[in-house]
RNA sequence: UGGGGUAUGGUGCAACGGCAGCACACCAGCCUUUGGAGCUGUGGAUCUUGGUUCGAAUCCAGGUACCCCAGCCA
């Protein structure tokens, strides 16, 4: 985390500090409420930390409530998924609740409504639903069932909930007011009737489930949520959420909206991330190409980095997409001050030093992390043959280029300056091996003679390099925002999201823990892919280092 | 043409009637055994038209643009 600890504000903070002064509610507590039905996203992050660390800061509770209301919908496997995901971020609640365990309270209350003549079940098919909901500008229309005795209500209630009548058939809806001017008060369903698949947690018990709003603000009043915070798409939902409550007579929470997160380069809808892993555009959940936190997580990324990023993107009502290179920023931040440095070379070039004695290894003694003194050194052999990068050499070098080319010289890091001195090609014109001498005066990389070299590369020792494999990711998309694709996300993705190389690292890379995480010098951070073997190492760029040189050369 | 929202540099967020600021990005320079990191600096914004006021991003009125809503999804 950079700077001081300046306590965000917002304008929800406002309101629940106000809420706090004003008496309407004495404590804060909140809900994390995601339907078990898809991994966490980033997007996921900027809602729960929201809820998190409000109820936090004002000394509240959270709880984290599953919203299965839907069997259709929902599987089991992704409730344990987000917990351990929301625990990665450090995310703490009180308890863990279902909205399933509120079905039998929350039927009762709709009894009680329909007792009251606030509701009624309705006949008219799907069909007939949605056309006499009327349209934007028009008024909807009375079901001709609206006006139903209680008793008869009461007992198709019954019926509908012991599973008498057809998927489809029947649903209970409140009775507010279908020439309502926001269509969600035209008289809302409640509960429709579903008969397969059973419930991951009640079975075959119900044969009615009930709707979004009509179980999220009850289960909200049962627990006592103070806050109940969503973003902007539910706005319109606001006057609906408070008006069963009323009608109640229960605790009433409040409803706040905030502006959902989004991120250049990249889609964040369920719908279309599902797309990108059923039509193999990446290699599952977790490839480290998608917004999800466990890929996120398999690409190197810091929960640290993440929650950094979520607190400088603030919290609004203003639409808006975060860039991701602030995401980025925030990732370099943090591993830059925390992760060990080693020298790994991407695209491997030969070099001869060809006044280095034949079998002569040194130990040369290198830093681990300059920005922190803490971290110590290590050895790394040299000898006479080693590898640098191909874009550390050219032949015939541009304008402004420092590193190798024929006559000039340059520092090998923690090593000796090298001057290349010719070049070995192939029949096919490419070159094979680069040839130089190196200054034995400069052991350690200074010069006796105060001599200046415009370069450090970095190199591996070709006899002691450990081979491994680099997996190169970029962003998926092309467009800042996918949908701008002629048709579709899918038209636009990057044909380079992904390069595999086989790379050599220093020799003590050959078996790392997996998930931790590296500078490559001059390159770029990487973390240990789970896909690594016992001498076969397997790593993932997280996120390169600002390359000055290939923006340089870019521009021309 | 109904209802609900939102408009501040390229992006995101501040400024709550009193000098429009911060971060990322961008650009220039310094420094450097990572063309990394770090440091310094430059440029660039209040949707529009009126009004109130000594003073308006902020208050008022009218426009404009964009987003959300017509699931028995959440």
């Not at 098919?125 to 006499?132: H, L, R």
């Not at 006006?147 to 007992?155: A, C, G, L, T, W």
């Not at 923690?414 to 090609?425: D, E, L």
């Not at 990389?445 to 200046?452: E, F, I, Q």
Request: aromatic share 10%; charged share 30%; proline share 6%.
């Amino acid at each position: 985390m950079s700077d001081e600890e300046t306590k965000p504000t917002d304008f929800i903070r406002e309101a629940v500090a106000e809420d706090l002064r004003s008496g309407r509610f004495k404590t804060v507590r909140t809900r994390l409420p995601p339907e078990p039905n898809g991994y966490l996203h980033i997007g996921h992050v900027k809602a729960f930390m929201i809820d998190y660390l409000i109820a936090k800061e004002n000394g509240g509770e959270l709880i984290l409530r599953f919203d299965d209301t839907n069997p259709t919908r929902e599987e089991t496997e992704f409730v344990e998924a987000i917990e351990e995901d929301a625990r990665w971020l450090g995310i703490e609640w009180v308890k863990v609740t279902y909205a399933s365990d509120y079905f039998d309270e929350l039927y009762e209350w709709a009894k009680r409504l329909v007792l009251m003549g606030k509701a009624y079940v309705d006949d008219q098919t799907p069909e007939e639903v949605s056309a006499n909901r009327g349209t934007l500008t028009e008024p909807g229309k009375n079901s001709p069932y609206r006006d139903r005795d209680v008793e008869e209500n009461m007992d198709l209630l019954e019926r509908m909930k012991d599973g008498e009548f057809p998927e489809g058939s029947r649903i209970l809806r409140a009775k507010i007011d279908m020439a309502h001017p926001n269509i969600n008060m035209r008289d809302p369903a409640m509960y429709r009737i579903i008969h397969n698949p059973p419930h991951h947690r009640t079975g075959d018990k119900w044969k009615i489930y009930p709707m979004y709003d009509w179980a999220h603000g009850q289960n909200d009043s049962m627990e006592g949520i103070t806050h109940s915070l969503c973003s902007l798409e539910y706005e319109n939902h606001r006057p609906l959420y408070e008006w069963f409550p009323e009608q109640l007579g229960v605790f009433k929470p409040r409803q706040i909206e905030f502006a959902r997160l989004n991120l250049t380069y990249t889609v964040m809808s369920k719908r279309k991330l599902r797309r990108l892993v059923e039509e193999k555009v990446v290699n599952g959940w977790d490839d480290p190409r998608m917004p999800t936190l466990r890929a996120m997580r398999r690409r190197g990324y810091t929960s640290a980095a993440v929650l950094d990023f979520i607190r400088r993107v603030g919290v609004a009502k203003n639409y808006s997409v975060s860039d991701v290179s602030l995401l980025e920023a925030c990732v370099r931040e943090d591993l830059n001050k925390n992760s060990p440095r080693r020298m790994a070379v991407l695209k491997p070039l030969k070099v001869v030093i060809d006044n280095y004695p034949e079998d002569l290894v040194e130990e040369m003694d290198a830093v681990n992390n300059p920005e922190d003194v803490n971290a110590g050194t290590r050895k790394v052999p040299f000898s006479k043959t080693i590898y640098i990068e191909q874009d550390d050499f050219r032949e015939t070098p541009p304008p402004k280029y420092y590193r190798l080319f024929p006559g000039n010289e340059v520092r090998l890091r923690y090593a000796y300056f090298i001057k290349c001195t010719h070049v070995i090609k192939n029949d096919k014109g490419q070159i094979t091996e680069v040839h130089a001498t190196y200054d034995p005066s400069t052991r350690g990389g200074d010069s006796a003679d105060g001599r200046k070299v415009k370069s450090t590369i970095h190199w591996v020792s070709a006899r002691h390099a450990q081979e491994a494999e680099i997996r190169m990711y970029d962003r998926l998309f092309t467009k800042e925002d996918p949908e701008e694709g002629e048709e579709g996300f899918l038209s636009c993705l990057n044909p380079n999201s992904l390069e595999i190389l086989t790379g050599k690292v220093e020799p003590d890379l050959a078996s790392p823990e997996v998930g931790s995480r590296f500078q490559f010098e001059r390159l770029g951070y990487f973390s240990v892919d789970s896909d690594s073997t016992p001498g076969r190492p397997v790593f993932n760029l997280t996120v390169n280092l600002k390359d000055t040189w290939a923006k340089m050369e870019k521009k021309g």
